[in-house]
């Protein structure tokens, strides 16, 4: 008896009229990821589709659209010269990718910490945005010489704006109401810093994450384009120039490929280390009112 009166009064109490979502089963969760990809799947298939039919019926000659099949036949051939060069492309993008994380991270908190630094920063960084990195790809290659320095430099300009508009965004976002109740529970800024701003900017942090790093793959391939005797840019602009249009149609699917999979490892990461907001769907509550 006593048991039983202990156990109600350790039940937990919902307010009325609402009742707690369970999380979905592996089964249902299955059925809801194939409910969201199967349209971009399919749309996929259809691309590949007519990608065949414009080969297979010759309305492009061959040397300018090779056919699905030749392409693949390249892929397969000569799987240890793409792996080669398709990991130089993929290290260059991950330290790039990696550099501009952390100092994009860096600017976005002085920039929010300071107006002073934001107006400063700000017009600088908008300007470095626009101008076009093809354009002085080359001064870096000049200045730090063929190796992986211009590649790796690249990429970061290319991958730090998303990154800094994002994080300020994020910090910018909080609750005011959250920041006065802080400050008048006695907390000092970098303790109001590391338990509200930083986490509630998360979301946003990653939303740029996703995007700066595709943007990555693609600042360090236009850094292989400039100047360089190994990479995906390499191999593409090997095969354009011996008009080797199936080795080069390889190379741009073999480059979406590592960003497609860097991208999903964000969001991996992203469901890992958020899941207060990734799969807060999954553990709302629902009103039965």
Known sequence: MKQSALSATQAPVRPAGVAE??????GRRTAEAAE?????????????GAWWVIAATGTVESYLVPSPGATLDVILDKPGYLWQH??????????????????????????????????TLYPLLLFAQVVPKIA????????????????????????????????????????????????????????TFLKIRFPASLPHLFSGLKVAVTLAVTGAVVGEFVGANEGLGYVILQANGNLDTPMLFAGLLVMSLIGVVLFALVEIAEKLLLPWHAGRRDTATTPTY
């Open 21 to 26: 979502r369970r999380r979905p089963g592996l």
């Open 36 to 48: 969201k990809s199967w349209r971009p799947l399919a749309l996929l298939l259809v691309c590949f």
């Open 86 to 119: 398709s990991w130089v492309t993929t290290y260059e993008t991950l330290i790039g990718f990696v550099i501009a994380v952390a100092v994009g991270i860096l600017s976005a908190v002085l920039m929010a910490a300071s107006p002073t630094v934001e107006k």
């Open 136 to 191: 002085i790809a080359p001064l870096f290659v000049v200045w730090l010489g063929f190796g992986i320095a211009p590649k790796v430099l690249i990429a970061v300009l290319i991958a730090f704006f998303p990154v800094v508009i994002s994080m300020v965004t994020g910090l910018k976002a909080v609750d005011p109401e959250m920041l006065q109740l802080s400050a008048t529970m006695g907390a000092r800024p970098w303790q």
